[in-house]
Nanobody
Framework: QVQLVESGGGLVQPGGSLRLSCAVS????????MGWYRQTPGKTRELVAS???????NYADSVKGRFTISNDNAKNTVYLEMNSLKPEDTGVYYC?????????WGQGTQVTVSS
């Protein structure tokens, strides 16, 4: 019933910026934590940024100072603002929702940082 739909990915030059969106729909109960993960084919999925229902945020060391996670509850949307992008930021970015013992994933959106 819960659905996460990511958008906003694309091709960008090193040093450029993108903003990813994750639209959430469906019935969600309890405290919700949101996160963005990224994955490169053949590699494990890694946490990029997360935000709690209370607004606390965490970032991977590799993106601190460059990425910002935020949420707009009125729009049921979570964002990942990515600045000063590097080639190593390339990957499929997935939105994740955790509500109690349940975890939901979006379909992913491709981000490619290349000259």
């Amino acid at each position: 019933q819960v659905q996460l739909v990511e958008s906003g990915g694309g091709l960008v030059q090193p040093g450029g910026s993108l903003r990813l969106s994750c639209a959430v729909s469906g019935s969600i109960r309890g405290i919700v934590n949101m996160g963005w993960y990224r994955q490169t084919p053949g590699k494990t999925r890694e946490l990029v940024a997360s935000i709690t229902s209370g607004g606390s945020t965490n970032y991977a060391d590799s993106v601190k100072g460059r990425f910002t996670i935020s949420n707009d509850n009125a729009k049921n949307t979570v964002y990942l603002e990515m600045n000063s992008l590097k080639p190593e930021d390339t990957g499929v970015y997935y939105c994740r929702l955790v509500a109690g013992i349940f975890i939901h994933w979006g379909q992913g959106t491709q981000v490619t940082v290349s000259s």
